[in-house]
């Protein structure tokens, strides 16, 4: 290993050390060069150090696994691509074919420090999705046990800050819904302005779905498959039966709209409210709006965060954070349970 430091002497007498690789000048603070020597030798042993360590882990890796030397991330993002499925493997695929993961891709886990994530999280095409999807590749590498370290400690992560969002108002549904040219598709915003589901969950309900004798609409959310949670169930409403009965009666709902990606979905929708004068909304808006509507009428927080298909109270509240909510008066509960009591004594 070359040296990492060079000893010098200035005209005043003082000794310095001199940097190899950066060139930065640090001064020992003595003219005694038995002391210069003491400290340059400290300063060596402390650089050295932790090549030695690294020397040696290295060595006892190659013996109990060769392959742990040359392993990449750009083979853990292929791992995690077999394990995606549908839409989240489709925005998977985007993100490590984005410049900022193209710049550790072919970099060997050993061989990772701090500087390298910096980079991908400070490039210029980085953002939110890139800090939350570093995140999740670190810790794949870390749960396979394919990094031996974390390469970032918590509290180096940069926070992750989302953009504000909102609901979208009935007068803004009334003027998407005008300039919307298409009849099906006037029918799918009526369907999430009703049900606040998420543009692929009611593009793909199938008439099977839907129990006339019960009157609800049963569906499985498409992101929580496989999780083990309960589906969604939703009472039909006089609106909800009035779109329901103009969507086909057997088969898909929506047959033209199904087998669209999200993102051409969305793009069509940015269009129409650029007709409709209507902005800073999205699709997922319709989800904002009802959760904030039914906060706003005063539905129990557990039966909103039922209908919404949600499993953690903290995401229910992020929608409906906006929403004004207006509590009744204590003596209004009081009374409700007065009339309870006296209606099943009449009875």
Request: with cysteine.
């Amino acid at each position: 290993m070359p040296q990492p430091f060079r000893l010098y002497r200035r005209d005043n007498g003082n000794y310095y050390l001199e940097d190899a690789a950066t060139g930065k000048q640090t001064s020992l603070r003595t003219k005694s060069k038995s002391v210069a020597v003491q400290r340059l030798t400290a300063k060596t042993q402390a650089a050295e150090q932790p090549y030695l360590n690294l020397t040696m882990a290295r060595a006892y890796l190659s013996a109990k696994s060769p392959e742990m030397l040359s392993r990449t991330w750009g083979e853990i993002m292929d791992d995690m691509a077999i394990g995606y499925k549908g839409s989240t493997r489709h925005r998977w695929a985007k993100v490590i074919a984005s410049a900022p993961f193209r710049i550790i891709a072919p970099l060997a886990l050993l061989n990772t420090d701090s500087s390298h994530f910096f980079a991908v999280l400070r490039h210029p095409r980085a953002g939110v999705s890139t800090n939350v999807w570093l995140r999740i590749l670190h810790n794949r590498a870390l749960d396979m046990g394919w990094l031996l370290a974390p390469v970032l400690h918590k509290k180096l992560w940069p926070k992750i800050r989302y953009g504000s969002r909102r609901g979208i108002t009935l007068e803004e549904h009334r003027k998407i819904v005008a300039a919307e040219h298409h009849p099906v598709y006037r029918l799918y915003y009526e369907m999430l302005w009703e049900t606040g589901g998420s543009q692929t969950d009611i593009a793909s309900l199938h008439r099977n779905q839907v129990d006339v004798r019960q009157g609800v609409i049963m569906y499985q959310r498409k992101k929580l498959e496989g999780k083990n949670v309960a589906g969604v169930t939703l009472v039909i409403g006089p609106r909800l039966q009035k779109v329901l009965d103009q969507l086909p009666q057997e088969g898909w709902l929506f047959p033209e709209i199904r087998p669209r990606r999200e993102g051409e979905r969305a793009a069509r929708f940015c269009k129409v409210c650029q007709r409709a004068a209507v902005a800073g909304v999205s699709l997922h808006c319709y989800r904002y709006g009802w959760a904030e509507r039914a906060c706003e009428a005063g539905m129990p927080e557990r039966e909103a965060m039922s209908h919404l298909g949600h499993n953690s109270l903290a995401v229910h509240r992020a929608y409906a954070r906006k929403a004004k909510n207006v509590t009744m008066p204590l003596e209004f509960y009081e009374q409700q349970k007065r009339d309870k009591i006296v209606a099943l004594k009449v009875a």
